[in-house]
Nanobody, 115 residues
Framework: QVQLVESGGGLVQPGGSLRLSCAAS????????MGWFRQAPGNQRELVAN???????NYAASVKGRFTISRDNAKNTVYLQMNSLKPEDTAVYYC?????????WGQGTQVTVSS
């Protein structure tokens, strides 16, 4: 069972930056996708960004140009660099790993954008 541990959330002012990290307990071999989802109160969980094992990245339209997903294979870690944060980015951010037919989730980290 893969375990995902997120870190890096917090309170930031509008226009600020945060970097989220997601460390996986083991290295996955083969085709997989790692990504970040978020869920704000009263909303459904939505995809923010993901990166496929070959390196292709995808972003939600609302974050394109502001957020960057990257990975460090040696550390089994995925990052989400979030710049120019807006109040509407406030949510719990979840790390996800999709392998075959299985999905693994982290515990979530709160990101609050407020002045």
């Amino acid at each position: 069972q893969v375990q995902l541990v997120e870190s890096g959330g917090g309170l930031v002012q509008p226009g600020g930056s945060l970097r989220l990290s997601c460390a996986a307990s083991e290295r996955i071999v083969g085709i997989y996708t790692m990504g970040w989802f978020r869920q704000a109160p009263g909303n459904q969980r939505e995809l923010v960004a993901n990166i496929i094992s070959g390196g292709t990245t995808n972003y939600a339209a609302s974050v394109k140009g502001r957020f960057t997903i990257s990975r460090d294979n040696a550390k089994n870690t995925v990052y989400l660099q979030m710049n120019s944060l807006k109040p509407e980015d406030t949510a719990v951010y979840y790390c996800n790993q999709h392998v075959g037919s299985k999905d693994y989730w982290g515990q979530g980290t709160q990101v609050t954008v407020s002045s």
